[in-house]
């Protein structure tokens, strides 16, 4: 037979055209691509076929920023101002306990959540990369690995060049890695000296690979900038040269009309992490103004250590819930556009978007079905709808990376949930024992 893989459903949204909906259709996969999409009624014949009666067809979720491993610090000090969550609570954890086991285990609680909740592609940035790479090969999942660089020591490495340099190895043994694509992440303005951020250009540059970075995220950041450099974060990395098309800015909570210009001007592609924003109280990312000014805008769920999960349906909802509430406009930020922020906007900013992000003929068969035949998501009158602000993750069914399966009727067959849960608590008792901040 042609084709590997026939996959029938009542409703498949593609993403692209922006809010089309196909019913009765099928995806036809080879090779692990969408070969065609056709009407059921003339789909021709196909090695193995899955029937989805009750379900929708889209691409799989792109989760543009998260810190995996950072699961095992789930509910760890929840309700606390972020100076405090952070200075007393979180950085004195990893200081404890973060190395290559840790990132292990808790990438691999990561991805068992993501790939049940229908995220088939993540941008992380975390320790101890080459950890998460292997989970998520493994696992089947893509990943955008960023290598994180800061000024200060971590059990990842001592200094600036140790970053760069263990960064730099890493990119190159994953690399050509089909599931896993290298990003360097200085981690902020406020913790990455002029110096380090001028190296981090020239290796980007060098390696032709993308920078994520947290910029912009609090009202202190802006303050402290202004007080050692004399110019708010965006304007200093626009002097260092940084600010361009293959940059994500990642939260961007803070940011006057001018930088929007200049940040549509440059090309800059920005993640949005609404849930994070609001528990931890950072701010307001201005969306409507952003799509406006024909800025890419996606989702992240940040790390489920301020979310606290990595649910990408909840983070579309929000995303598009918030944009209606502080715009004043009902029509702001509609579920077409709540989609697309989830998947094809996030496969732009990681440069994926030719293989990812929308159901097209040649691109990867990265898909999930979601399952409407449940209460809350019935009676469907417009599945998009449904998707975006009825569904929840627990209805998404199936996964597929690449054509392969990994999730099917709601179990994970890439990873052993048992024993992943199992090295969770594990971690728990560990970790607990230092920490009792908000832990009854």
């Known amino acids: 037979m042609d084709f590997d893989l026939c996959l029938k459903a009542p409703w498949i949204i593609p993403v692209e055209p922006r809010g089309q909906v196909l019913r009765d259709y099928a995806v036809l996969v080879r090779?692990?691509?969408?070969?065609?999409?056709?009407?059921?009624?003339?789909?021709?014949?196909?090695?193995?076929?899955?029937?989805?009666?009750?379900?929708?067809?889209?691409?799989?979720?792109?989760?543009?920023?998260?810190?995996?491993?950072?699961?095992?610090?789930?509910?760890?000090?929840?309700?606390?101002?972020?100076?405090?969550?952070?200075?007393?609570?979180?950085?004195?954890?990893?200081?404890?306990?973060?190395?290559?086991?840790?990132?292990?285990?808790?990438?691999?609680?990561?991805?068992?959540?993501?790939?049940?909740?229908?995220?088939?592609?993540?941008?992380?940035?975390?320790?101890?990369?080459?950890?998460?790479?292997?989970?998520?090969?493994?696992?089947?999942?893509?990943?955008?690995?960023?290598?994180?660089?800061?000024?200060?020591?971590?059990?990842?490495?001592?200094?600036?060049?140790?970053?760069?340099?263990?960064?730099?190895?890493?990119?190159?043994?994953?690399r050509h890695d089909p599931l896993i694509t290298p990003l360097l992440a200085p981690h902020a303005p406020y913790s990455v000296s002029d110096e380090t951020m001028t190296r981090i250009r020239v290796c980007a540059d060098e390696l032709d690979i993308a920078l994520h970075m947290h910029i912009h995220e609090t009202t202190g950041e802006i303050t402290q900038s202004l007080h050692t450099h004399g110019m708010r974060p965006l304007a200093r990395l626009d002097r260092l040269g940084l600010l361009h098309a293959n940059l994500m800015a990642v939260h961007m909570t803070q940011l006057t009309a001018d930088e929007i210009a200049l940040c549509a001007e440059r090309g800059v592609s920005i993640v949005h992490c609404p849930e994070s924003n609001l528990k931890i109280a950072a701010g307001l990312c201005p969306v409507t103004a952003l799509i406006a000014a024909g800025i890419p805008v996606a989702l992240g769920t940040d790390g489920a250590a301020s979310n606290n999960d990595l649910d990408m349906l909840g983070e579309m909802r929000t995303a598009a819930l918030l944009a209606k509430g502080t715009s004043g406009d009902a029509t702001a930020v509609p579920a077409a556009v709540a989609l697309e922020m989830a998947t094809l906007n996030g496969a732009r900013a990681l440069g994926l978007a030719g293989d990812l992000g929308s159901l097209i003929v040649g691109k990867s068969a990265d898909l999930i079905a979601i399952d409407l035949n449940a209460p809350a998501t019935q009676p469907v009158y417009d599945p998009l709808s449904q998707i975006v602000y009825a569904a929840s993750r627990d209805q998404v069914t199936h996964a597929w990376v690449a054509g392969r399966a990994l999730m099917r009727d709601r179990h994970v067959l890439t990873l052993d949930e048992r024993a992943i849960i199992s090295r969770a608590g594990a971690w728990r008792d560990k970790i607990r024992a230092h920490d009792h901040g908000g832990i009854s």
């Open 31 to 174: 090779g692990g691509r969408i070969a065609a999409i056709s009407p059921q009624a003339t789909a021709p014949a196909a090695a193995h076929t899955v029937d989805l009666p009750s379900h929708v067809l889209l691409p799989g979720l792109v989760n543009a920023h998260t810190h995996a491993a950072m699961t095992l610090f789930r509910g760890l000090a929840d309700d606390l101002p972020l100076p405090q969550w952070l200075h007393e609570h979180i950085w004195p954890a990893e200081g404890r306990h973060v190395n290559g086991d840790f990132a292990r285990d808790g990438s691999a609680l990561a991805a068992l959540e993501m790939i049940r909740g229908g995220t088939t592609c993540f941008a992380d940035m975390y320790f101890f990369a080459d950890e998460t790479a292997r989970v998520a090969s493994g696992a089947g999942l893509r990943a955008a690995l960023g290598l994180v660089v800061i000024d200060v020591p971590t059990a990842w490495a001592r200094d600036p060049e140790e970053y760069l340099s263990r960064g730099v190895a890493l990119c190159d043994k994953w």
